[in-house]
């Protein structure tokens, strides 16, 4: 069964250092999204993104925050100067029309920020 | 601003029993309402959805009732069995579509053998 891969699962870093996410969505999917997870917290949307530009996306996604598809199967998530609260999982999807609600989600890359 | 609300953490049902999980949402825009399930150490699940223009809708062993006017969702699984086990998201969206999902914080669920 095609499955949203993730890497790294676990990635730990110093404050104000760049972090790169990465997603491998499933091949045939048109619209991506980035979501993270506090510890004891809720999903959280941070970003969409659709035919090579972001379509919609929270308050959370400042200015630090951006995403790529540098190619034809990576999305990647960038967080340009980290802080403490970035701390979290970061959650890739995908799904193959905006309208079906039915997002896959990747196992996770959790983000440890000292 | 909790816009979805799960107002349980845990819920501990008996396997074979109807396992019942509520959720409440406060953001009248909201139209489409999607229950998605949580292993530890893996991504959600999509489980079941339901447009506002229903009140039902059911899937094999999980139904989804909405009740528009108290906005107001429950998600039924029964009956419930082991592999029940897991964390249970109830996520609503404006628009009909998972752009900009919002997630309540999740409910625990235990099916106790």
């Known amino acids: 069964e095609p499955e949203v891969t993730q890497t790294p699962s676990h990635q730990v870093t110093q404050m104000g250092q760049e972090v790169i996410l990465r997603c491998v969505p499933i091949s045939n999917h048109l619209y991506f999204y980035w979501y993270r997870q506090i510890l004891g917290q809720k999903v959280e949307f941070l970003v969409s993104f659709y035919n090579n530009e972001i379509s919609e996306k929270s308050e959370i996604f400042d200015d630090q925050f951006s995403v790529e598809r540098p190619d034809g199967s990576n999305f990647t998530l960038k967080i340009r100067s980290t802080k403490l609260e970035d701390s979290a999982m970061y959650f890739c999807?995908?799904?193959?029309?905006?309208?079906?609600?039915?997002?896959?989600f990747g196992e996770g890359s959790r983000l440890t920020v000292l | 601003d909790q816009q979805v609300k799960q107002n349980s953490p845990s819920l501990s049902v008996q396997e074979g029993r109807i396992s019942i999980l509520n959720c409440d949402y406060t953001?009248?825009?909201?139209?489409?309402f999607l229950w998605y399930k949580k292993y530890p150490a893996e991504g959600p699940t999509f489980l079941i959805s339901i447009s506002s223009i229903k009140d039902k809708n059911e899937d094999g062993r999980f139904t989804v009732f909405l009740n528009k006017s108290a906005k107001h969702l429950s998600l039924h699984i029964v009956p419930s069995q082991p592999g029940d086990s897991a964390v249970y998201f109830c996520a609503a969206s404006p628009g009909g579509g998972a752009d900009g999902l919002t997630f309540g914080k999740g409910t625990h669920l235990i099916i106790q053998p």
């Open positions: 953001n009248s825009m909201f139209d489409y």
């Open positions: 999807a995908s799904s193959w029309a905006v309208n079906t609600g039915e997002l896959f």
